[in-house]
């Protein structure tokens, strides 16, 4: 008995994954979507869900995706919905870091240039100019534009780093 089959739950449970897993595509965008999946059944039940409001119609939709995902294999899907994952955890760790780093630049414009320019290994004379400008601001207005501004460079500043390290 090495060849037996697996137990009505153990498969109740792997169709229930694969149902989860299918639900996860509703949220993707079109483009994810059609990097992902190449079934034109599974892409098509996707975008009817989407469209669905009513409950119980969205739910009898999720499971006709899971379904269809029975017939499929998963971990192509499964891969790329894990990678999509980390890289807005990427993203969301350079967000939270540019506003620690707006800051530190916006109360110690000095000190906090000089450790940001170490720290990306490079000048940003764009930063500084910004930075300066930022404290020789007079209206509430200019400071907050310039307050985005300051922002936006470090942002970029910090995602260029990232890409050309890999991480």
């Keep these: 008995m090495t060849d037996a089959k697996p137990s009505k739950s153990a498969r109740k449970r792997q169709f229930s994954e694969l149902q989860q897993l299918g639900e996860l595509l509703i949220g993707l965008t079109d483009a994810q979507l059609l990097t992902?999946?190449?079934e034109p059944r599974l892409?098509?039940?996707?975008?009817?869900?989407?469209?669905?409001?009513?409950?119980g119609a969205l739910r009898r939709q999720k499971q006709l995706i899971g379904k269809i995902m029975r017939n499929i294999d998963p971990e192509?899907?499964?891969?790329?919905?894990?990678?999509?994952?980390?890289?807005?955890?990427?993203?969301n760790r350079i967000f939270k870091e540019a506003e620690r780093w707006r800051e530190r630049l916006c109360e110690d414009p000095h000190t906090g240039m000089a450790d940001f320019e170490s720290s990306t290994g490079a000048e940003n004379a764009t930063l500084r100019q910004?930075?300066?400008?930022?404290g020789q601001a007079d209206g509430d207005h200019d400071r907050k534009t310039l307050y985005r501004q300051i922002?936006?460079?470090?942002?970029?500043?910090l995602l260029s780093r990232m890409q050309s390290t890999g991480r």
Excluded: T, W
């Design 36 to 38: 992902m999946v190449s």
């Design 43 to 55: 892409i098509d039940a996707v975008r009817e869900a989407r469209s669905i409001n009513a409950h």
């Design 76 to 91: 192509p899907i499964q891969l790329a919905i894990e990678a999509l994952g980390g890289q807005s955890r990427d993203e």
């Design 130 to 134: 910004l930075v300066e400008n930022y």
């Design 151 to 157: 922002f936006r460079e470090i942002h970029k500043e």
